[in-house]
T-cell receptor, first 111, second 116 residues
Framework: LAKTTQPISMDSYEGQEVNITCSHNNIATNDYITWYQQFPSQGPRFIIQGYKTKVTNEVASLFIPADRKSSTLSLPRVSLSDTAVYYCLVGSPGGSYIPTFGRGTSLIVHP | GAVVSQHPSWVICKSGTSVKIECRSLDFQATTMFWYRQFPKQSLMLMATSNEGSKATYEQGVEKDKFLINHASLTLSTLTVTSAHPEDSSFYIC????????????FGSGTRLTVV
């Protein structure tokens, strides 16, 4: 099971781009990288998932270098409502994989 | 997308009583359900994995007689905290694999349990 390492916390201001990097040095060939967002007293919410290169959706982008040993979640123009904890998970969806959470990154967006 | 409905969203109970938390998959079949516990300012910790029609698998250190898990159908899994104590107060979250989208997993909204 690939272990992930993220910064414990980050601060930003409204309108800025935020990049959160996750290290996963022992990622397996079949593993995908998935990011979740969690607000206080709510369950995690899927943000984005990728395998390699770059993935973009309506809320974020995910950059994955060729060696796949890390990944960067990019949040464009954050707002106060983006204040949350962000978790990076690595594994093969389905099968016997069990989503295991690390400590996550607590992002605080300031006015 | 796939939705897991979790109820109740919060519950307060007296010490020694039991509390049942339900998670229903609304638009897909959940053959597996993961149950997590989250203490304040901490990450989600896996408690157990339930599979429809079979016994749940508990993580090390989780008392199976205290945290009863039932997964009697493809759309319903329940967690019962028996003889609750104040130290059981926590945020409980369920999650199910969503094979339809390929995104992996969808999570319930969580249940805040307070034992007084």
């Amino acid at each position: 099971l690939a272990k992930t390492t993220q910064p414990i916390s980050m601060d930003s201001y409204e309108g800025q781009e935020v990049n959160i990097t996750c290290s996963h040095n022992n990622i397996a060939t079949n593993d995908y990288i998935t990011w979740y967002q969690q607000f206080p007293s709510q369950g995690p919410r899927f943000i984005i998932q990728g395998y390699k290169t770059k993935v973009t959706n309506e809320v974020a982008s995910l950059f994955i270098p060729a060696d796949r040993k890390s990944s960067t979640l990019s949040l464009p123009r954050v707002s106060l409502s983006d204040t949350a904890v962000y978790y990076c998970l690595v594994g093969s969806p389905g099968g016997s994989y069990i989503p295991t959470f690390g400590r996550g990154t607590s992002l605080i967006v300031h006015p | 997308g796939a939705v897991v409905s979790q109820h109740p969203s919060w519950v307060i109970c007296k010490s020694g009583t039991s509390v049942k938390i339900e998670c229903r998959s609304l638009d897909f079949q959940a053959t597996t359900m993961f149950w997590y516990r989250q203490f304040p300012k901490q990450s989600l910790m896996l408690m157990a994995t339930s599979n429809e029609g079979s016994k749940a698998t508990y993580e090390q250190g989780v008392e199976k007689d205290k945290f009863l898990i039932n997964h009697a159908s493809l759309t319903l899994s329940t967690l019962t905290v028996t003889s609750a104590h104040p130290e059981d107060s926590s945020f409980y979250i369920c999650s199910a694999p969503d094979s339809r989208t390929g995104y992996g997993y969808t999570f319930g909204s969580g249940t805040r349990l307070t034992v007084v």
